[in-house]
């Protein structure tokens, strides 16, 4: 039951603009405009929810008293536009037939909320503090309320002597207005959050007025002197300040904050004694000062410049919408000048100027806009040379490039593994068989198909097939644990996943039961470039990984730039060094089959052996992997011919790998570094390494590539300047469209520039060096990258503290003795859990990549003072792991020369080494695990053991001990039956 109990008395202030002429009355308009949708009905239950938590919304003018009529805020329904044109937004609100305040909802898709008040019951913070509200009610959270009932006079300390009234005495910024009553609103949106924002704003307009100094109303929100007052009413007043011009804007600001410091705003008020002039007398006052101050063109101040402050759209989306923008739109009192309305919100500084309309004002209002937006944030680090990419997009999918390949080329080589080849019509005809099996079962466009299959010439065909089918695939590791697998295909909504073998996850279905050719006849659905490619998880910080979805044009997009940039041709052999799960995937997926080369599968697990045989036998020409993989290709000892280009992706290329690349390929091969999250589909920048000129410890990232933009902005989200560390967004054609089923994360990830231009905040610290390239420096925020692969330590620690045992956990980056990064938990646990048993329940869970190297139990977290986790604070766990004194005198040769290897692998003295330690006790991670099995083959074991050696791998990777490794390679040695 709404309570009809509130009511407050009309204050001073409120009286005054109670008392305006008829229909002229000022009104306050707050607008929300966002993604999503929202619907009415919803939206009207939240306002009469928040109405009863703000019941200053619902009040009519009683004389002197506001009362209550019970009655919420109607939401009315206002077809799709620009919300400063709505007609609607020019009617006054009746303080006293009512409603004083009502809500607007305009448009339907990505709509907009105007949250209009009569000024006389609220100023600009109450329809805040409403607003809020109405979407806490929206998102079903606890309301705050608003039920204080105190007036400016409670709040402000006794007036001395009399208040002057404001003269009239100044021309309007923006010209004399025309005849009618419309007010115009002219809106810009500038980038970034601006220091000393009012004073910035008076420095850039003082000399517009052309005059010596410049005279501005500032409205102070009276809030200020009793910061816990919760009240919807009029709680503002403007005070005079005037700024010579020329004064520079920190001399400004120092001077306004002084004047707020000193209280002298408490001054500039209305006289109370106002409240006793009947309404009558009071509008014709202000009929009369209207009057003088459109004949005249004289008004209280040049303009009034009113700051709401910062506000987190996030308190302003909900139920399925999602705030990108928050503005004010008011209207001028009696006598009052033209008025500047500043919002801070979303990375940008939302202005709006309203004046009464009249010829040219329009025109004066974008000079003054645009004065304004080049001293906030100069043209000049708006526009990067390098962001002139803009080609036609090819309006094509993959789909259509691989159908007219294998009509061009049927009988060429599309995909070796190591049972074997397809040719390319071989791979045609079995994904069109696949495609046909799918849409069979009732897949389409729309559909994600989860694809779950060792890297050989099934998973390829199946990949082809979902995408021939109109679908989107999703690439799933086998190596991955199968609850992780069943809850990513669950997330995605896939109702099927092709499998190359039974496997235990929901909507399995196996391939080898499908045909191998399409129905006679079948006619192959189309698929468009606005379709979705695929979709890829990625490690997400709060707990759950998330589905990044990519577009065909995206893909066709990248498709377009990198096979030149490759080098990609019919003459391509390409092989895959990745998961499929990982985007660099694609590179070898696509690219190779779309110009006629060869997809090249090397079979098993990637290691030396592996790799060696790959790069001395299968002649690949272009190769596409992870720094850290590539530091392990040229480990191998090998010098391959007819390597053309080696791209390295995915994590930091440092200066000595590529050096070491050239080496090992020779000068003529073109090593690339290129750069790209998932969320702007596999690379988006991009450069080639010159030894000579890329002198710096690590390699650049490069310029972003055709129809990609790239953007580095400051911590308060403005453009940096050429040098200037920054937070890297990415814009363009590539971007995705979002995270699958997660509106507000795709929200606060994908946001837009002022000028609307869509970007992807990467979280990865850049900067423009000196020779117009990007520098990739660090990252803003936890996420790592190990062996390439990407990792939210959050999400590891709320996989840990979901073991019975564990209070807390938290997971650190750290860095091992021999320098490689490795993760190391930390819980905090009672009882404690054996580590070994921390690290099984996270095998069980995720990725192996993710499962930390070392698990420490400590008594608490400890925590920096602004609550990050304190890593300085944490123990090494690498600083005990010593060896049992004298134990190193004890080794015969051979184990003394494993020894040796593990310590030139890890970068630790081999006397420091246990023979029974495990290998990730030392911060060994996976392919340092390779390193070592290399070394191991290489200084023990020997050319003519090494495959029955590698054979053990899987004994080696279950017990990585000095002791098992030395047995082993004992084992093979000496032909005897090998030791498990
Ligand atoms: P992913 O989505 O797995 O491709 O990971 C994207 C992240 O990997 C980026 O945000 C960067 O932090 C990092 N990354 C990708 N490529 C590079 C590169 N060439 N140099 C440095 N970091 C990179």
Redesign the pocket.
Known sequence: MPSTEFRRPVSPVEWWIAAHPKGTAPVLQLAVEGTGRIDAERLAAAVATAADACPGTRLVRRGRTWVDTGEPPAVRTVAAGRVVDLPDLQVALDDRRGPTCEVLLVGEQDPAIVFRAAHAVMDAGGVLLWAADVFRALRGEPLVGAPDTVTETDLLPPLEGKPQPPGLDYPALLGKPGPGRRTLWVRRSIDGYHAGLVARLATVIAPLTGAPEARFSVPVNLRRYAPETRSTASLSHSVPFAVPTGQDWSTTHERLLTLLAEERDAQARLDPAVLKMPIPVLRFINGALERKAAKTDRYASHCSLAHLGRVDVAGFSGAGFAATALYSLSTAPAGGPCEIDVVECAGHTEIVLSWHDGPGIAERAEAVLDAIEEALSPAALRTWAANDTARVVPQTTVVAGFAAQASATPDAIAVVDRDGQYTYADLDRRSRAIAAALQERGIGSGDVVGVLAERGRPAVAAIWGVLRAGAAYLPLDTAHPDARLADILTDAGAPLCLVDAPRPVPGALELDTLPTEPPPGWAEPAVGPGDLAYVIY?SGSTGRPKGVEIEHVSLSNYVAWATPMLGVDAATRMPLLTSFA???SCTSLFLPLLAGGTLLLPGGELNHATLRRLLTEDAPTVLTLTPSLLELVCELGVRPAGVLVVA??????RRSLAVQTLEVFGAACRVL???????ATIEVVAHEFHPGRDTAASVP?GVPTPNCTAYVLDAQHRFAAPGEAGELVIGGVQLARGYRGRPELTAERFVRLADGTRVYR???IVRVNARGVIE?LN?ADD?V?VLGN?IEPAEIAQTLERHPAVAKAAVVPRHAAGGHKVLCAYVVADPAPAPEELQAFVGERLPRYMVPATVTVVGELPRTVNGKIDVRALPDPFAGAAAPAGQQQDRDELTRAVAAVWAATLGVDADRLADDADFHTYGGDSLLMLSMVAGVCREVVGAEHEQRFMDRLGDIVRRPTIEHVADLARSVRSAAVPVS
């Open positions: 990625t990982f985007d660099v390295a992706a995915g994590e930091v290329l570094n290129l750069y790209g999250p998932t969320e990232i990467t979280g990865d990739f990252r996420q990258k990407r």
